[in-house]
C-alpha cells in the first residue's frame, strides 16, 4: 500500500521576496523581481537585466558557523540553505546537535551547477600553478551535492541524501523523487528543493545563445513576458526553493500543519526525436508526460483548476499551450486558469522548478490564483486555444482544489507533478 | 618579533577555525590543533594558508605534517623567516 506524501514545510529565496510570506504577498501583487545588473553591461552582455534574490538583510550567522562563513560560500549554496534550513523549521522539525543522524529524514537538492564564482577562483589559482593555495572548501562550495551535503550536516538527516540534475526540470523532478521515495515508504519525510547561482557565469552561455531579451535594459520590469505576443526570450534568474514532504501518517502523528498534498506526477524525456532537440522538446513527449501525471495522480482531466507553466516567454509557450490543450482535452472558456511566475522571477533555471511549486502551494493555502503581469497583450495563437480571462492578469480569490505544475528543460526533459488541496 | 607575539598571531589566525564547544581561552602553547582543540583536519589546510599570508612564507608538506601544535607552528615560522 502506497502511503500518502504531503507538504509541511517551505523556504524560499526568489528574486522577488524571500521568506514565504513576502513571497505570497509578492506573488499576489504581481512584483517584479527583474532588476538592472550594471555587472552585465560592464562585461557587454546583450541582456543586461536578471532576477536575484535579495539576500543582504539575511543574517548567515543563523543558517551556518562561523567556519562556515570564513570562506565565502557561493550564491546558489547560501540561497539553497536558507531555504532548505527555513523550510525545515516552518515544517516544525527541530535540530538536534547530539547523537545519531535522523535515519527517517533525506534530503534531495538539485542544482545545474554549483559554486561558478569559486570554481572560477579555483580554476585562476590552478592556472598559475598555486593549486596548494585553494584551501579547504574548493571542493565542498562546487560539487553538485554541495547543498545537501551542507543541509545533510546542519539537520543531522540520516536517510538518503543527494542532489538531482535535470536542467530547468530539476526542482519539479526532485518533488517527484522525493514523493516516491516517501510513498514506498524508504523514509518518512524529505527536505527537497533546488537552487541556481546568480551571476554572469551561469547566464552568459544563454545570452550567448541569443534566447534572452535585449531590448528591456531599461525597462527590466516590463523584460519578462511569458504568453505575450512580444514574449522576446527568458529572463535570467537565479535563487531557491525547498520543501519538506512527509507521509500523511508522519505528518498526523506530530500534528504538523499540511499544507497540501502531492498527489504525484510524471517525468519523462522527448529522446529529442519527433521535433525535440537539445534546447525544444518534442511535444509528443509533453503530452505524455501531463497524461502520465493525471493517471499516476488518480485524477481527471476535468479536476485540474489551474496550471502553473513552464512558460519562459519565447516562442514556445503557444506550443505549450497548445500541449496542455490536448493533453487535456480542454479549450477556450473551459481551459483550466494558467500562469507562470516567470513573468515575475525571470527563469531560476535548476532553481525554477521548486520556487514555483513554493508558489503553487502558497496558492492552495492561500486560496488564490497569482496573476501573471506583462501579458496583456496576450498571444493571438494562444488566444485561439484559451478564453483571455483563463489568463488572470489580476489575482483571483477562487480556492483551487488541484493545481499541476510543469517544467520543461534542456535535454527534452519534462517533469509535471499534481498538488492538491487536503480536505480529508 | 617575540614568541609572545607569534602566539598572539597564531591566536587570531586559529580563533575563528574553532568549533563551537571550544574557546579561544583554551588555546596554549602545547595545544595539539587536531586532538585538543578538535580542529577539523580540512581546516587545518585554511590555517596554513593564513599562516603564509601572515607571515609571508610559503609551508610545505613536510612542513604541515610537522605542525601538530602551536608550539610545532612556532618553531616552524620562526625558521622559515630567519631562512
Known sequence: ?424 | MTEPQYYQKLKTIVSPYLPDDVSVDEIGIDSHFLNELNINSANLVDIVLDVEDEFDIVLENDDMEAMQTVRDAMAIIERKRSS
Open chain 1, 1 to 424: 500500500m502506497n502511503k500518502r506524501v504531503v507538504v509541511t514545510g517551505m523556504g524560499v529565496c526568489a528574486p522577488n521576496a524571500v521568506g514565504l510570506e513576502a513571497f505570497s504577498k509578492a506573488l499576489a501583487e504581481g512584483k517584479s523581481g527583474i532588476r538592472f545588473q550594471p555587472e552585465l553591461k560592464e562585461l557587454n552582455f546583450g541582456c543586461q537585466i536578471a532576477g536575484k534574490p535579495n539576500i543582504k538583510h539575511i543574517e548567515l550567522n543563523n543558517y551556518f558557523t562561523s567556519i562556515q562563513l570564513k570562506s565565502e560560500p557561493g550564491s546558489g549554496l547560501k540561497y539553497g540553505v536558507i531555504a532548505g534550513v527555513d523550510a525545515w523549521k516552518d515544517a516544525g522539525l527541530g535540530i538536534e546537535k547530539e547523537g545519531p543522524p535522523d535515519w527517517d529524514s533525506g534530503i534531495i537538492f538539485g542544482t545545474g551547477l554549483l559554486g561558478v564564482d569559486r570554481f572560477r577562483e579555483s580554476v585562476s589559482q590552478i592556472d598559475l600553478g598555486q593549486v596548494r593555495r585553494l584551501g579547504s572548501t574548493a571542493v565542498v562550495h562546487t560539487m553538485a551535492s554541495g547543498i545537501s551535503a551542507y543541509l545533510g550536516g546542519i539537520l543531522g538527516c540520516g536517510n538518503q541524501v543527494t542532489a538531482n540534475s535535470s536542467a530547468c526540470t530539476t526542482g519539479t523532478e526532485g518533488i517527484l523523487m522525493a514523493w516516491d521515495r516517501i510513498r514506498q515508504g524508504n523514509a518518512q519525510r524529505i527536505l527537497v528543493g533546488s537552487s541556481s547561482d546568480s551571476g554572469p557565469y551561469i547566464w552568459g552561455g544563454f545570452d550567448a545563445l541569443r534566447i534572452l531579451p535585449r531590448a528591456y535594459n531599461d525597462a527590466a520590469e516590463k523584460a519578462s513576458r511569458p504568453m505575450s505576443k512580444t514574449a522576446a526570450g527568458f529572463v535570467p534568474g537565479s535563487g531557491a526553493g525547498a520543501m519538506v514532504l512527509e507521509s500523511l501518517d508522519s505528518a498526523r502523528n506530530r500534528g504538523a500543519y499540511i499544507y497540501a498534498e502531492v498527489l504525484g506526477g510524471a517525468v519523462n524525456s522527448g529522446g529529442q526525436r519527433q521535433g525535440g532537440s537539445m534546447t525544444a522538446p518534442n511535444p509528443l513527449a509533453v503530452r505524455r508526460c501531463i497524461t502520465e501525471s493525471l493517471s499516476i495522480a488518480g485524477i481527471s482531466a476535468g479536476e485540474i483548476d489551474a496550471i502553473n507553466g513552464h512558460l519562459t516567454a519565447t516562442s514556445k509557450d503557444s506550443e505549450e499551450i497548445e500541449n496542455w490543450s490536448m493533453a487535456l482535452g480542454r479549450k477556450g472558456h473551459d481551459f483550466p486558469y494558467i500562469n507562470s511566475f516567470k513573468s515575475t522571477l525571470g527563469h531560476c533555471l535548476a532553481a525554477a522548478g521548486s520556487v514555483e511549486s513554493v508558489g503553487v502551494v502558497l496558492q492552495l493555502r492561500d486560496a488564490k490564483i497569482y496573476r501573471n503581469i506583462n501579458c496583456d497583450d496576450l498571444n493571438p495563437a494562444i488566444e485561439q486555444k484559451v478564453h483571455r480571462s483563463r489568463v488572470p492578469l489580476s489575482t483571483l480569490n477562487v480556492s483551487p482544489e488541484v493545481i499541476a505544475k510543469a517544467s520543461f528543460g534542456f535535454g527534452d526533459v519534462n517533469a509535471c507533478v499534481i498538488f492538491k488541496k487536503i480536505t480529508d
